[in-house]
Structure formats: C-alpha cells, structure tokens
C-alpha cells in the first residue's frame, strides 16, 4: 500500500459527459501528479501540483482541468468526454515538487467511456 | 516523439536465471533514471534508480547499468523469482525540465517456473 488513495477505481460514463477522479496524497507529501495510461502505452504526464499550486503541465486536454486543495488533496476534472479518453488515469504524490523525489502511485482509476 | 523507448513489449525468463530489461533513451539532458514495477490493477511501485554521475547502482537482487555514451540503460534481476512477473518501466527525469518524469512504454517480464 503507497500510502496514496484514488476514488473511484472504476467509472463508466458516455460521450460528452463530465467526470471527476480524486486523489489523497500521501501523509506529509506536498505534490501530487496525475498521469494517462491509455491501452499498452506508458505513463503520460498529464500535470502536477505543488501544495496548492500548479507546478508543471504535460500532455493534458484542454477539456481536462485539475485542483489541489488546502488539505492537498487533488481532483481531475474530465469533460466533453470522447471514447479515446478511456484510459488508466493514475495519482502520484511526493514529498516535494523539486528534485529526484519518488513518486508513489495510487492504484489507478479505470475510466470507460462508451 | 518517444524520448524513453523501451523496445521489447514482453520478455520471458525461466526462473532463477538472470532478467535484463532494456530501455533507450535520447535525451542528453536526462540525468536521472528510474525503474518502476507494475502488478495489474495497481499502481506503479518504484523499484530502483541512478543518477547520470554514476554507471551501476545495486540493490538486492536488483542492479541497474547506465551507459551515458549509449543513451542505454539496462535492470538486471538476479536471480529471477516468480513474483517479478509483472510490467517494468522505465522513466527518465532532467532538471531542465523540472524533474517531469518521461517514461517508456514497459516491458512484461514473464517468469517461468
């Protein structure tokens, strides 16, 4: 167990609606990042928060936006959902947003868009 | 364009023999390595890493080989048990551009008993 929790682990939606994936860092971690993985692909980088504030941005939509709260947890917002947004959508967290700091992977949110 | 590649989607290995998963990378920026490990239906678990001043790093059964002239860097498990089944990846990091991690696609190591 990483200490990092992902709800929900399974969604089913259609076309055109709008999701919201969250994430609960670690105790003590002050970054959270969320990450795509589409069907055997790697992990795409989608963006990154660093208590608070948002600290790095990777591949992700325009249709896709994220938050961290005061209590550091994160949410991912995913709208105007098309059927290639069917993915893994994984939460990492770490104990600072600089330097080489593992990150500690929640165990994934599988959404399914039909 | 793929900055990490990890070639081989899948590789099979008899059990108590060595594993050598492989990962390429192009980025001369790159100077930090990681190697995460993937069971289904979890997250990734980190597993080991190097920095680009060092050329081994050893931790158990678990010995990663950067050859920074190559842009290659290999995970050996030695010797290989039937729990590494599961899917590797690779990840690279630079401070250029703020530690993002880029990763490879994965390698799906099998082991047989």
């Known amino acids: 167990d990483s200490g990092v929790t992902q709800t929900p682990k399974h969604l089913i939606t259609a076309t055109g609606q709008r999701v919201t994936l969250r994430c609960s860092p670690r105790?003590?971690?002050?970054?959270v990042y969320w990450y795509q993985q589409s069907l055997d692909q790697g992990l795409q980088f989608l963006i990154q928060y660093y208590n608070g504030e948002e600290r790095a941005k990777g591949n992700i939509l325009e249709r896709f936006s994220a938050q961290q709260f005061p209590d550091l947890h994160s949410e991912l917002n995913l709208s105007s959902l098309e059927l290639g947004d069917s993915a893994l959508y994984f939460c990492a967290s770490s104990l600072t947003g600089t330097g080489y700091n593992e990150q500690f992977f929640g165990p994934g949110t599988r959404l399914t868009v039909l | 364009d793929q900055q990490v590649k990890q070639n081989s989607p899948s590789l099979r290995v008899q059990e108590g023999r060595i594993s050598i998963l492989n990962c390429d990378y192009t980025?001369?920026?790159?100077?930090?390595f990681l190697w995460y490990k993937k069971y289904p239906a979890e997250g990734p678990t980190f597993l080991i890493s190097?920095?680009?001043i060092k050329d081994k790093n050893e931790d158990g059964r678990f010995t990663v080989f950067l050859n920074k002239s190559a842009k290659h860097l290999s995970l050996h498990i030695v010797p290989s048990q039937p729990g590494d089944s599961a899917v590797y990846f690779c990840a690279a990091s630079a401070e250029d551009s703020n530690y993002q991690l880029i990763w490879g696609a994965g390698t799906k190591l099998i082991i047989k008993p």
């Open positions: 980025n001369s920026m790159f100077d930090y």
């Open positions: 105790s003590g971690d002050l970054s």
């Open positions: 190097i920095s680009s």
